[in-house]
């Protein structure tokens, strides 16, 4: 395989807004990430992942853009980010900015001229249609927030336009050069800046099957979810590789694309070596739809990482801003300690590809446990999240339980850093509430505990850089073992040296029989098993939740 610059780098993404916020205004902010870059090196951080702060009237928290060329006032200012651009560098940390390109907001210059004049240039950067037969849409796709796609175009009663993500989120057509030319120009501006690449949102629905048509209907609400036009769009590769070329592969850019639905025989164009992208993120376990149970998550990942074998890399999580946090996901909750939250951040973080770490995952930040009503929360996909309980049969209660479970917010409350007032990231209000957690779960606390979740991540991260072992968490071959063992989680990395990965992921201990020898303890969650002298066979007990990395003979 070809080697690139960014295939042994660790990653941790920023949601700026509830990172750390340094003007008391309760948003977080630039000079916050610049303020905690050193704490970010220490951890052993190379990239950084910027959520978007573009200028954006935060309908969908800068997923909607406003000004693809300014910084929103509330995270700072263009100058603020040169500078964190500059402190990164300096401690060989990149910036990643997010690449928002499906949809603008309805406040860019480009949307207000296009209600200005829909027949005009600006017109054809979007999707405006007419009513058809004077009162009907042109098709019956759900929105990803909930409700039809199609919403009246400010200023002309006849007229729509098209929002696959919410109102205030208007589809860009790229089908229009022009439109086209104009995102490269401006992705090619930050790269000038000297940003080191994108994390690209979305960027699957941007090839739209056209002309618009109903499909079957798979609600009560009498409309089609997007993934069913998703699976018949075809011809994003034409997109995406003028996309690459004219932006990305200029600049050796690296690139992590947010794909779903992509098809087998296309990941070598996704991600092989001259694909559209460096890498894209493995969501098989976050989109797991039953009950995600130790067996199922073991599946679903081991299959993702089975089917771009030799092809290329998956960038790895277990939680991002739009999910649950990962322990609260994948651990049951009666089993949730800092043992197990250990053996998840071990399971996946040694897999093939980039691992990336979201805000809090650090210090084990878990999702909300209850909230008194709807309004403690913030996120615009809530409404449709509980609305949609209710209509399926929910008491308020459950519809409210249901959403503390699965909203976005669970990953966007504010940062936990110490157990002062608001988690000691704002001296204001926070705009959104904090976890009441944070006595317990904060990073003050776990800095100095060696034992601490917090210092196993350092570990971790310490170990797939250590030289001697480098080349084989980055480049050795992932080689599942005894995936038939219920409740085991284990695999090999084979390259210059043959480490095994061994999780027992449950709350029994389990006997494993290795397939050699352990030479060497690399790395585990519970002290007592560094003592190497315990591992003279090939068969061992597993304790609860126990992860072994260890060195074969
Ligand atoms: O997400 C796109 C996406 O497909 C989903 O994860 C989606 O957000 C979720 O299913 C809706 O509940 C990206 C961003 O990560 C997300 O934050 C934005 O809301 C979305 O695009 C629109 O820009
Ligand atoms: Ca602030």
């Not at 080191?196 to 609400?221: C, M, T």
């Not at 350092?458 to 050795?476: A, D, W």
């Not at 030479?519 to 098993?529: A, F, G």
Request: include cysteine.
């Amino acid at each position: 395989m070809e080697k690139k610059w960014w295939h042994n780098k660790v990653a941790y993404q920023i949601y700026p807004k509830s990172f750390y916020d340094t003007n008391g205004d309760g948003i977080g902010d630039i000079n916050g990430v610049i303020e905690k870059l050193d704490y970010l090196q220490d951890l052993g951080i190379d990239i950084i992942w910027l959520s978007p702060i573009y200028c954006s009237p935060l309908a969908d928290q800068g997923y909607d853009i406003s000004d693809y060329y300014d910084i929103d006032p509330r995270f700072g200012t263009i100058a603020d980010l040169d500078r964190l651009i500059e402190e990164g560098k300096k401690r060989g940390i990149g910036i990643v900015m997010d690449l928002v390109v499906n949809h603008c907001s309805d406040e860019h210059e480009w949307f207000k001229k296009a209600c200005e004049d829909p027949d005009g240039e600006y017109g054809k950067f979007f999707y405006i249609e007419d009513y058809k037969d004077g009162d009907s849409l042109p098709c019956n796709w759900r929105s990803y927030f909930g409700g039809s796609v199609w919403e009246k175009l400010p200023g002309h009663d006849d007229k729509i336009y098209l929002h696959v993500f919410h109102k205030k989120q208007p589809d860009l057509n790229w089908e229009n050069p022009k439109l086209r030319k104009e995102v490269y120009k401006m992705i090619n501006w930050w790269l000038d800046k000297g940003i080191v690449g994108f994390r690209i949102d979305a960027i699957i629905n941007i090839k739209k099957k056209l002309p618009f048509s109903d499909y079957p209907v798979d609600g009560d609400d009498g409309l089609s979810s997007i993934d069913n036009m998703l699976k018949e769009a075809t011809g994003v590769g034409e997109f995406l590789n003028e996309l690459a070329d004219e932006t990305f592969r200029k600049h050796d850019a690296f690139t992590v694309g947010e794909v779903f639905n992509e098809k087998d025989d296309e990941l070598p164009l996704f991600i092989g070596s001259h694909g559209y992208f460096s890498t894209m993120f493995d969501f098989s376990a976050e989109s797991t739809k039953e009950d995600i149970s130790p067996e199922n998550y073991k599946k679903a990942v081991f299959k993702a990482h089975e089917r771009v074998d030799g092809i290329g890399f998956l960038s790895n999580i277990i939680e991002n801003h739009d999910e649950p946090r990962g322990v609260s996901r994948f651990i049951p909750k009666e089993d949730l300690d800092d043992t197990s939250k250990k053996m998840l951040a071990g399971i996946y973080f040694l897999l093939p590809g980039l691992p990336f770490i979201y805000q809090g995952q650090e210090i084990g930040m878990e999702n909300l446990d209850n909230v008194n009503d709807i309004n403690d929360l913030d996120d615009c996909a809530n409404a449709n999240i509980y609305e949609t309980a209710l209509h399926e049969g929910k008491t308020h209660a459950e519809a409210l339980a249901h959403l503390i479970n699965v909203t976005r917010d669970n990953a966007r409350t504010p940062f936990q850093w110490d157990d002062s007032k608001n988690a000691g990231f704002t001296d204001g209000k926070p705009w959104l509430m904090v976890n009441p957690k944070y006595k317990n779960i904060n990073l003050a606390e776990q800095i100095n505990d060696s034992h601490s979740v917090f210092n196993f991540y350092k570990e971790l991260i310490s170990l797939r850089k250590n030289p001697e072992y480098e080349s084989t968490f980055v480049y050795g071959k992932f080689v599942p073992y005894k995936p038939e063992q219920k409740n085991l989680l284990a695999y090999s990395r084979v390259g210059e040296k043959s480490v095994m990965v061994i999780a027992n992921y449950q709350k029994d201990a389990q006997t494993l029989s290795l397939p050699s020898k352990i030479k060497k303890v690399l790395l585990s969650n519970t002290s007592k098993t560094l003592d190497n002298s315990s591992f003279n066979g090939t068969e061992i007990v597993l304790s609860p939740y126990e992860l072994l990395v260890v060195e074969m003979v």
